[in-house]
Protein backbone atom coordinates (compact mmCIF):
# COMPACT_ATOMS: atom_id res chain seq x y z
CA UNK A 1 0.00 0.00 0.00
CA UNK A 2 1.12 3.06 -0.98
CA UNK A 3 0.12 7.01 -1.27
CA UNK A 4 0.66 8.86 -4.71
CA UNK A 5 -0.55 12.68 -5.08
CA UNK A 6 -1.96 13.97 -8.36
CA UNK A 7 -1.48 17.58 -8.73
CA UNK A 8 -2.03 20.25 -10.73
CA UNK A 9 -0.47 23.94 -10.84
CA UNK A 10 -4.20 25.38 -12.84
CA UNK A 11 -6.80 23.88 -15.25
CA UNK A 12 -9.92 26.24 -16.25
CA UNK A 13 -12.71 24.17 -15.63
CA UNK A 14 -15.10 26.30 -17.89
CA UNK A 15 -18.44 27.14 -17.59
CA UNK A 16 -19.65 23.16 -16.89
CA UNK A 17 -19.83 20.06 -18.73
CA UNK A 18 -23.10 17.98 -18.09
CA UNK A 19 -23.22 14.54 -17.83
CA UNK A 20 -22.45 11.88 -20.47
CA UNK A 21 -20.74 14.42 -22.47
CA UNK A 22 -17.22 14.37 -23.53
CA UNK A 23 -14.86 17.07 -21.17
CA UNK A 24 -12.62 19.40 -22.90
CA UNK A 25 -8.87 19.50 -22.24
CA UNK A 26 -6.94 20.67 -19.44
CA UNK A 27 -10.67 21.61 -18.15
CA UNK A 28 -10.57 18.33 -15.53
CA UNK A 29 -8.28 15.87 -13.56
CA UNK A 30 -8.70 12.05 -14.65
CA UNK A 31 -7.33 9.28 -12.32
CA UNK A 32 -7.62 5.92 -13.98
CA UNK A 33 -6.44 2.78 -12.21
CA UNK A 34 -3.17 1.66 -13.39
CA UNK A 35 -4.33 -2.82 -14.31
CA UNK A 36 -7.75 -4.11 -14.80
CA UNK A 37 -7.68 -5.32 -11.29
CA UNK A 38 -5.77 -2.44 -9.54
CA UNK A 39 -7.69 -0.47 -6.45
CA UNK A 40 -7.20 2.84 -5.64
CA UNK A 41 -8.77 4.86 -2.99
CA UNK A 42 -9.23 8.54 -3.13
CA UNK A 43 -8.05 9.81 0.58
CA UNK A 44 -7.87 13.82 -0.06
CA UNK A 45 -9.13 16.43 -2.66
CA UNK A 46 -7.77 19.81 -2.62
CA UNK A 47 -8.81 22.89 -4.81
CA UNK A 48 -7.58 26.47 -4.70
CA UNK A 49 -9.12 29.03 -6.80
CA UNK A 50 -7.41 31.27 -9.03
CA UNK A 51 -9.92 33.74 -10.73
CA UNK A 52 -9.47 37.38 -10.36
CA UNK A 53 -12.98 38.06 -9.78
CA UNK A 54 -15.96 36.06 -8.05
CA UNK A 55 -16.50 33.02 -9.63
CA UNK A 56 -18.76 30.14 -8.66
CA UNK A 57 -17.71 26.39 -9.21
CA UNK A 58 -19.81 23.01 -9.34
CA UNK A 59 -16.81 20.53 -9.12
CA UNK A 60 -17.98 16.90 -9.47
CA UNK A 61 -16.18 13.70 -8.62
CA UNK A 62 -18.00 11.37 -10.46
CA UNK A 63 -17.37 8.03 -12.51
CA UNK A 64 -16.14 8.19 -16.36
CA UNK A 65 -18.65 6.03 -18.92
CA UNK A 66 -16.09 6.56 -21.28
CA UNK A 67 -12.15 6.98 -19.32
CA UNK A 68 -9.34 9.12 -21.37
CA UNK A 69 -7.89 7.45 -24.34
CA UNK A 70 -4.22 7.24 -24.81
CA UNK A 71 -3.58 9.88 -21.68
CA UNK A 72 -1.16 12.56 -23.06
CA UNK A 73 1.92 12.68 -20.24
CA UNK A 74 1.66 15.25 -17.57
CA UNK A 75 3.81 18.25 -17.77
CA UNK A 76 5.43 20.52 -15.66
CA UNK A 77 4.27 21.83 -13.13
CA UNK A 78 1.68 18.85 -12.95
CA UNK A 79 2.46 15.58 -11.39
CA UNK A 80 1.52 12.24 -10.33
CA UNK A 81 3.68 10.37 -7.63
CA UNK A 82 4.52 9.07 -4.24
CA UNK A 83 3.74 11.31 -1.58
CA UNK A 84 6.67 9.49 0.60
CA UNK A 85 10.08 9.03 -0.63
CA UNK A 86 10.71 5.75 1.25
CA UNK A 87 6.57 4.76 -0.47
CA UNK A 88 7.04 0.97 -2.64
CA UNK A 89 7.32 1.88 -5.98
CA UNK A 90 4.51 0.07 -8.37
CA UNK A 91 4.99 -1.31 -11.49
CA UNK A 92 1.71 0.17 -13.27
CA UNK A 93 0.50 3.14 -11.15
CA UNK A 94 -2.74 4.65 -11.26
CA UNK A 95 -2.58 7.28 -14.07
CA UNK A 96 -3.09 10.71 -13.89
CA UNK A 97 -4.33 13.15 -17.02
CA UNK A 98 -5.73 16.61 -17.91
CA UNK A 99 -6.63 15.45 -21.46
CA UNK A 100 -5.83 12.40 -24.22
CA UNK A 101 -6.45 10.95 -27.42
CA UNK A 102 -9.94 10.58 -26.45
CA UNK A 103 -11.38 13.10 -23.41
CA UNK A 104 -12.75 11.89 -20.54
CA UNK A 105 -17.19 11.77 -20.04
CA UNK A 106 -18.84 11.73 -16.44
CA UNK A 107 -21.66 9.23 -15.93
CA UNK A 108 -24.80 10.26 -15.91
CA UNK A 109 -25.73 7.13 -14.24
CA UNK A 110 -28.01 7.89 -11.28
CA UNK A 111 -26.61 4.86 -9.73
CA UNK A 112 -23.11 5.86 -9.61
CA UNK A 113 -22.52 8.52 -6.76
CA UNK A 114 -20.99 11.54 -7.38
CA UNK A 115 -19.53 13.97 -4.95
CA UNK A 116 -19.91 17.85 -5.20
CA UNK A 117 -17.97 20.62 -4.31
CA UNK A 118 -19.08 23.95 -4.66
CA UNK A 119 -17.06 26.84 -4.12
CA UNK A 120 -16.13 30.48 -5.22
CA UNK A 121 -12.68 30.15 -6.95
CA UNK A 122 -11.98 33.83 -6.38
CA UNK A 123 -9.70 33.01 -3.10
CA UNK A 124 -11.77 30.09 -1.93
CA UNK A 125 -10.33 26.51 -0.87
CA UNK A 126 -11.94 23.07 -0.68
CA UNK A 127 -10.39 20.30 1.11
CA UNK A 128 -12.08 17.25 2.34
CA UNK A 129 -9.92 14.11 3.82
CA UNK A 130 -11.32 10.66 3.52
CA UNK A 131 -8.51 9.15 5.13
CA UNK A 132 -9.68 5.73 6.50
CA UNK A 133 -13.40 6.41 6.26
CA UNK A 134 -16.01 5.30 4.54
CA UNK A 135 -17.17 7.46 2.30
CA UNK A 136 -14.06 8.04 0.36
CA UNK A 137 -14.19 7.03 -3.19
CA UNK A 138 -12.86 3.53 -5.12
CA UNK A 139 -11.26 2.73 -8.32
CA UNK A 140 -11.53 -0.62 -9.27
CA UNK A 141 -9.83 -1.77 -12.42
CA UNK A 142 -8.89 0.90 -15.42
CA UNK A 143 -12.22 0.72 -17.49
CA UNK A 144 -15.61 2.35 -17.53
CA UNK A 145 -17.41 2.64 -15.11
CA UNK A 146 -15.77 1.98 -11.95
CA UNK A 147 -11.90 2.41 -13.12
CA UNK A 148 -11.48 6.03 -13.33
CA UNK A 149 -13.17 8.98 -11.97
CA UNK A 150 -12.87 13.06 -12.90
CA UNK A 151 -12.51 16.18 -10.87
CA UNK A 152 -14.56 18.45 -13.75
CA UNK A 153 -17.29 21.29 -13.37
CA UNK A 154 -20.57 20.43 -14.29
CA UNK A 155 -23.14 23.44 -15.75
CA UNK A 156 -23.53 26.39 -14.17
CA UNK A 157 -20.25 26.78 -13.24
CA UNK A 158 -18.30 30.30 -14.24
CA UNK A 159 -16.32 30.39 -17.33
CA UNK A 160 -12.76 31.48 -17.35
CA UNK A 161 -12.00 30.41 -13.92
CA UNK A 162 -8.87 28.75 -12.46
CA UNK A 163 -8.13 25.89 -9.63
CA UNK A 164 -5.13 24.79 -8.96
CA UNK A 165 -5.85 21.04 -7.43
CA UNK A 166 -4.46 17.28 -5.71
CA UNK A 167 -6.16 14.52 -5.40
CA UNK A 168 -4.21 12.14 -2.83
CA UNK A 169 -4.82 8.63 -3.45
CA UNK A 170 -3.87 4.84 -2.20
CA UNK A 171 -3.53 2.45 -4.17
CA UNK A 172 -3.85 -1.57 -2.66
Known amino acids: ???F???VGAITPGAGTA???ALTASTYMALQGGTTTQMNFIEEIYMGGQ???????IMLL???STVVGTPTALGTPNSNGLTNPAGAV???PAVGAITGGTQAQRSNSVSLGKKNFTFNAFGGI???NYANTQDRFGILGNTASLGEVS???FTGSTAGAAIGAHIIYETM
Open 1 to 3: MST
Open 5 to 7: MFA
Open 19 to 21: DAN
Open 51 to 57: AASTAPL
Open 62 to 64: GRD
Open 90 to 92: ITA
Open 126 to 128: VRV
Open 151 to 153: LSS
